[in-house]
């Protein structure tokens, strides 16, 4: 399986809902519609020519500079009989940070996407039990967010020779 | 006087005579409670590691009459907190500590429970004496087991010498009210 075939068939099946793609260290990476994650992953888990059945990792990113696409999800996918892996990379704004869940299809994703609520806020619709699972709960922010000051370098008041850094 | 009678009357007031002593109730139970202390380790990091190597027998928290470790917080005296408490966890061992009985005590070993250590994040308690009083701070990133075994000793010297319901003490009293603990 090449890349350039899985790209063909995805394409060729879903056309514009793929709104772009790229390669980086022979890995092939697919932007795709937000709205479409549930039904282009679920073709590329159980269609024949693609058969990616198992979810790697699924994460959040915040690009603050990227306005309106602020938010990603991003989705590694695995084929494990002939080892072959995919990226795909959906992108929400921070403003109604909301997608679909995908823990109907791989149900790895359930921690996952409660992690990535935790730490970015992310809304996966569809979750059955969208809580908060690494932060205590009373948290009221989210915490990888690229929207906190870094620590002023010249800080003192933790300079110990015992308790502090 | 035999070897025994001499360490165990070292530090103690009383009048001594050819095999007796007269002493203060508080006194004998002080020092009683000090050599049968029962520890609760709450180890979450590398600073149990150290604990582990000080009950071994290299070091023998045994020799301080500590060698009976309590994993329920109901039957121990002294709460040993290891590691770095992470904010989720401060609940967790705030009612640890409410779960102990008096007489008890807390002791904060290593940086991270004392202070947060390295970790000056936003997941990480600041030092435990946020959310429980602490008897006695260790410092150290791991402490050696010396110094684990400096902090019990240290927490020998406290039960030796504080009345013995100190839980009646109204500054006790005051600083339990100051952390919300009934």
Redo the contacts between chains.
């Keep these: 399986m090449t890349n350039e075939a899985v790209l063909s068939e995805i394409q060729s099946k879903f056309g514009d809902k793929i709104i772009a793609h790229s390669e980086e260290y022979g890995m092939l990476i697919l932007e795709i519609l937000s709205d479409a994650n549930v039904e282009i992953m679920q073709y590329i888990k159980e269609n024949a020519s693609c058969k990616m059945t198992f979810l790697t990792t699924l994460c959040g990113i915040h690009y603050p500079e990227k306005s309106g696409k602020e938010l990603c999800v991003m989705y590694q996918l695995h084929n494990m009989e002939i080892n072959y892996r995919l990226r795909l990379k959906a992108y929400i704004p921070i403003s109604n940070p909301k997608i679909k869940s995908v823990s109907g299809l791989f149900a790895s994703a359930n921690w996952q996407e409660r992690q990535e609520f935790d730490f970015y806020g992310i809304e996966f619709e569809g979750h059955p039990d969208l809580r908060r699972i690494l932060n205590m709960d009373e948290m009221d922010y989210f915490p990888m967010r690229k929207e906190y000051k870094l620590e002023d370098g010249t800080r003192e008041d933790k300079e110990d020779k015992f308790f502090g850094r | 006087m035999n070897q025994l009678d001499k360490i165990k009357t070292e530090n103690i007031d009383g009048y001594k005579g050819e095999g007796f002593m007269v002493t203060k109730f508080s006194e004998a139970i002080g020092l009683a409670r000090a050599n049968s202390i029962w520890p609760l380790p709450f180890a979450t990091s590398c600073c149990g590691i150290e604990f582990m190597s000080t009950m071994g027998p290299n070091y023998d928290l045994a020799r301080f009459g500590s060698e009976r470790l309590s994993f329920s917080p109901r039957q121990a005296d002294l709460l040993m907190v290891m590691g770095t408490i992470?904010?989720?966890m401060?609940p967790i061992l705030k009612k640890v500590y409410e779960q102990m009985a008096e007489p008890r005590w807390v002791i904060a070993v290593g940086?991270c429970a004392?202070?947060g250590?390295?970790f000056?994040t936003?997941?990480v308690l600041q030092g435990i004496d946020r959310v429980i009083p602490v008897d006695v701070?260790v410092?150290?990133c791991p402490p050696r087991p010396e110094q684990i075994i400096e902090g019990v000793m240290q927490i020998q010297e406290l039960i030796k010498n504080e009345s013995i319901r100190r839980r009646d003490m109204p500054e006790y009293q005051k600083l339990l009210e100051a952390y919300e603990i009934e």
């Design positions: 992470s904010k989720k401060g940086a004392s202070s250590g390295i000056d936003y997941s701070y410092p150290g």
